[in-house]
């Protein structure tokens, strides 16, 4: 297994871990700890194919996945306060069993596509399971969860599936396209932060079972 | 140089707008400036209608009949918009319902949604069309949760989250292409680029472009309002201002709609069996049937409009899956209808909302009463939207559905058939109540019309008018813009 494949199981299990966990602060934290590790991969694919646009594009995602967006979150976590309020719509059990699937999933749909590797040295194989992985471990955290800020964590799981899926299939987007992606996952959780500490101000609470008064 | 115009127009409106926006001055400036905007989207029409797709900023930019129909329709809408904005804030203000900050976020945004819009339909590259896509999303999303009330932050919330996360299905779906071009020789740098895709869809891999396809369809049918993706929609719509709401129903499922397309003509072009059409066929119909039932058992009012537009873009997505020249043209001009009888009705709304301090269907009754002018407006209005002669609608409706029973498809032809008509009587139902209603004794003292400002009235009767006479008459530029837009979906190219 090449160093790029080890580190795509270290962003599958913190994954996993993402679905677990009940510790907010944990949550934010691992979420740095993806885009640090993806920065790592970014940059490890542009050494294997010469592309210079993944060097920079690594930088970026460490200088917002890894640590302004955690910021932000940690600082919306420390204006509202502790909290003890429940997260997941499963147990614990339930959801581990079913990242599992989501992952098996990731892996099933992901074979035909790797079948045929293009110029990427072979990470394919190994990275666009994974990544597929974490778009619908992502998806299941948002739909799963109540909590406000897990669901934008969840959201963040799924834009990092992403941008893997862009390094395995297609040696990333162009540098334009990132730069751009990354500036807006910054300004959407700026977005996301105020309108949870807001939910805060107004119902005490960050709890979407909150949200009941839409019907119909 | 007309794109640089007609997007940066509105930034200005909205650097203004945070600037100055409380102050009596700001209301000409920003409507000086969104004409601005119009004339600059006019004479970009005329560049495109008369000259061919122009392409700009070394193929970042490409605007063609389709990018034109959907922009102009943005700068329309959002001079309307514009225009209501001035006597809606004002009053929101003056009843405390908004602060003075908010206001000035409220012009900020409201603009800067405007600019956003309008950037969606002059991209060539596919990926910056989904990072502008998104951030429509991001900025609207402030101003659905402008006010201070549970249900607009729930509203905005789901609105965000929803919709971000069902666009993220179309980014997969996008990247899915890039790798197809890419396979298929295309450079990295040319391989995001819709013209780019469109000349080599024949070479690309039919499962990438399909799965990529259907991802998009998820994805940006999510921001589109098709169902089953349309659940944060009638939150969305029903808590924001109500000119923004206008905005929201009236052109930003649009320019969703408009992704959608491009990527559609890719994959009709790339496939070749028809497989896009059908499935478009497929959700537009199921979005149309969801709508009509929502619609019938409805008790809020702008919650009965935003079903409302998901039944109408349900119609357009089903036009365009016909596909042939009839259900072209029928969606095109549909789009054309909806967005401008669409917002008359959210400014109606406003003013109804406002007259009645009430939301509910129930209380809002005996409107022609109380407030004959808007009574009046509100009759004209939702026949248009129920697609009733002599208004737009009914010439786009008919078109779409003699589509459908000319190529012999007997059930999308009957159950189309059956949601317009269903819709029609549920639309007219409420109308009847809302305008002519018994209004029960103990709501007289509730009630606080008042007389409609110019602003409103312009706001309201400018699009109206135009709907109206679209049924009658189809000016040549008009029909010029149509026969263009038709073209593009059938071949990717302008005639």
């Not at chain 2, 709304?349 to 009046?376: D, K, N, T, Y």
């Amino acid at each position: 297994m090449s160093v790029i494949g080890a580190l795509a199981l270290v962003l599958l299990v913190s994954a996993w871990l993402v679905v677990i966990t009940r510790d907010l602060t944990a949550l934010v934290q691992l979420s740095a700890v993806q885009g640090v590790v993806l920065a790592v991969v970014a940059s490890l694919a542009g050494q294997a194919a010469g592309a210079d646009h993944l060097y920079a594009a690594a930088l970026l995602t460490l200088a917002v996945k890894g640590l302004a967006v955690p910021v932000v979150l940690q600082r919306v976590l420390r204006r509202i306060g502790p909290l003890r309020l429940p997260d997941a719509m499963f147990t614990t059990r339930t959801q581990a069993v079913l990242a599992f699937a989501l992952t098996g999933a990731g892996y099933y749909i992901a074979a035909p596509l790797a079948a045929e590797p293009a110029g990427n040295h072979g990470a394919i194989g190994e990275v666009l399971p994974v990544a597929l992985a974490l778009v619908l471990i992502g998806a299941f955290v948002v739909v799963s969860r109540r909590l406000a800020l897990t669901q934008a964590v969840g959201l963040l799981l799924v834009e990092n599936g992403l941008f893997l899926a862009a390094l395995a299939v297609a040696g990333g987007v162009p540098l334009a396209v990132d730069i751009a992606i990354l500036a807006e996952v910054f300004v959407a959780m700026l977005i996301m932060g105020a309108l949870v500490r807001r939910m805060h101000g107004m119902i005490g609470s960050i709890s979407t079972e909150q949200f009941r008064r839409l019907k119909g | 140089m007309w794109i640089a115009l007609l997007v940066g127009l509105p930034v200005l409106a909205a650097l203004l707008g945070w600037l100055a926006g409380h102050r009596p001055a700001y209301g000409p400036a920003q409507t000086a400036l969104a004409v601005g905007t119009v004339a600059a989207a006019g004479l970009l029409d005329w560049q495109v209608l008369a000259g061919g797709p122009v392409t700009a900023g070394g193929g970042l930019f490409y605007v063609d009949a389709l990018s034109l129909l959907v922009f102009s329709l943005v700068a329309l809408v959002g001079l309307f918009a514009t225009l209501y904005s001035v006597p809606y804030v004002r009053r929101e203000h003056e009843t405390g319902e908004l602060s003075l900050r908010q206001v000035r976020v409220y012009y900020l945004a409201f603009h800067l949604f405007i600019a956003t819009m309008l950037l969606v339909t002059v991209v060539n590259n596919l990926g910056l069309l989904w990072v502008v896509i998104e951030a429509t999303t991001l900025v609207s999303a402030v101003l659905v949760g402008l006010y201070n009330r549970a249900t607009a932050i729930e509203a905005a919330w789901k609105y965000i989250v929803i919709c971000s996360a069902g666009i993220s299905f179309a980014l997969l779906g996008l990247l899915l292409l890039y790798a197809a071009g890419a396979r298929a020789g295309l450079s990295a740098e040319s391989a995001l680029a819709w013209t780019t895709l469109l000349g080599a869809a024949p070479e690309l891999d039919p499962a990438w472009v399909k799965l990529g396809f259907l991802l998009v369809l998820v994805g940006f049918g999510t921001k589109a309002g098709l169902a089953p993706m349309h659940a944060w929609l009638p939150d969305a719509h029903s808590q924001a201002p109500s000119p923004v709401s206008a905005l929201l129903s009236g052109v930003l499922l649009n320019t969703a709609v408009y992704g959608l397309l491009r990527v559609h003509i890719i994959a009709a072009r790339s496939l070749g069996d028809g497989y896009s059409a059908r499935v478009l066929l497929v959700f537009g119909v199921i979005s149309l049937l969801v709508a009509v039932s929502f619609i019938l058992v409805q008790r809020d009012l702008k919650r009965l409009l935003a079903y409302s537009s998901v039944e109408h873009i349900g119609l357009i997505t089903a036009g365009v899956g016909l596909a042939g020249p009839l259900g072209l043209y029928g969606a095109m001009l549909h789009m054309i209808g909806h967005s401008l009888a669409k917002s008359t009705l959210f400014f109606l709304s406003g003013e109804l909302v406002h007259g009645f301090h009430s939301r509910s269907l129930a209380r809002i009754r005996g409107a022609l009463q109380l407030m004959p002018a808007v009574g009046v407006l509100t009759v004209l209005a939702m026949l248009a939207i129920a697609g009733s002669p002599p208004f737009g609608l009914f010439t786009s409706e008919l078109s779409i559905v003699t589509a459908a029973f000319q190529q012999g498809r007997w059930w999308p032809a009957g159950l189309i058939l059956a949601g317009i008509g269903l819709a029609f009587a549920g639309l007219a139902y409420h109308m009847v109540q809302i305008v002519f209603g018994e209004r029960a004794g103990s709501q007289n003292g509730h009630a606080d019309p008042q007389p409609l400002s110019r602003w409103a009235l312009a706001a309201m009767a400018l699009p109206l008018a135009t709907v109206t006479v679209l049924g009658v008459w189809v000016p040549e530029a008009v029909r010029a813009a149509l026969t263009g837009a038709v073209a593009v979906l059938e071949r990717g190219l302008m005639p």
